[in-house]
T-cell receptor
Framework: SAVISQKPSRDICQRGTSLTIQCQVDSQVTMMFWYRQQPGQSLTLIATANQGSEATYESGFVIDKFPISRPNLTFSTLTVSNMSPEDSSIYLC???????????FGPGTRLTVL | GQQLNQSPQSMFIQEGEDVSMNCTSSSIFNTWLWYKQDPGEGPVLLIALYKAGELTSNGRLTAQFGITRKDSFLNISASIPSDVGIYFCAGPPIRDDKIIFGKGTRLHILP
């Protein structure tokens, strides 16, 4: 399985600001995904990061709030924009061959919004 | 939307006990995945199952893909303190293009 790193590992941010989270993989991967895990909850898919084109967002998530970039096959960023305390969560990137295939996760970014 | 019903929600056991948890759905699955998440970490894949009836082991862990393709279980034998964490089942419902996750089973080991 690929080795996945995320930066930052955690951050505390003020309401109204934005944070960009980076996901780096040690090998080229077909699919990269971004998940949100709210406190004490399960994982919810935010979007699929597509290389060279716009991300595919799940219902309830929009590009203006969660812009995503994927400039190549090993790197992606997720920005959480205009943050509010409700955005306090763990944000996880994962990789896989297809959307329905086994996925491997990064260590996560723990975000607290004050 | 599609849902995975994972039970129990939490378990409190003594070290050395065996553990059993399961996941059910009203939908058919082609793959069942079991992950473990430690505090402050991302989920780690424990076992992947790809065929109905498949029984797969990974050390003290054993998981099975239910014959109906609508359920799966995970057993842990002779639990040890490092087994503490949250266990998630996951998989892609048939005719869906993404993986969904259960709500997790929180395993606690009593001192």
């Amino acid at each position: 399985s690929a080795v996945i790193s995320q930066k930052p590992s955690r951050d505390i941010c003020q309401r109204g600001t934005s944070l960009t989270i980076q996901c780096q993989v040690d090998s080229q991967v077909t699919m990269m995904f971004w998940y949100r895990q709210q406190p004490g909850q399960s994982l919810t898919l935010i979007a699929t990061a597509n290389q060279g084109s716009e991300a595919t967002y799940e219902s309830g998530f929009v590009i203006d709030k969660f812009p995503i970039s994927r400039p190549n096959l090993t790197f992606s960023t997720l920005t959480v924009s205009n943050m509010s305390p409700e955005d306090s969560s763990i944000y996880l990137c994962s990789v896989g061959k297809r959307g329905t295939d086994t996925q491997y996760f990064g260590p996560g970014t723990r975000l607290t919004v004050l | 939307g599609q849902q995975l019903n994972q039970s129990p929600q939490s378990m409190f056991i003594q070290e050395g006990e065996d553990v059993s948890m399961n996941c059910t759905s009203s939908s058919i699955f082609n793959t069942w995945l079991w992950y473990k998440q430690d505090p402050g970490e991302g989920p780690v894949l424990l076992i992947a199952l790809y065929k109905a009836g498949e029984l797969t082991s990974n050390g003290r862990l054993t998981a099975q893909f239910g014959i109906t393709r609508k359920d799966s279980f995970l057993n842990i034998s002779a639990s040890i303190p490092s087994d503490v964490g949250i266990y998630f089942c996951a998989g892609p419902p048939i005719r869906d293009d993404k993986i969904i996750f259960g709500k997790g089973t929180r395993l606690h080991i009593l001192p």
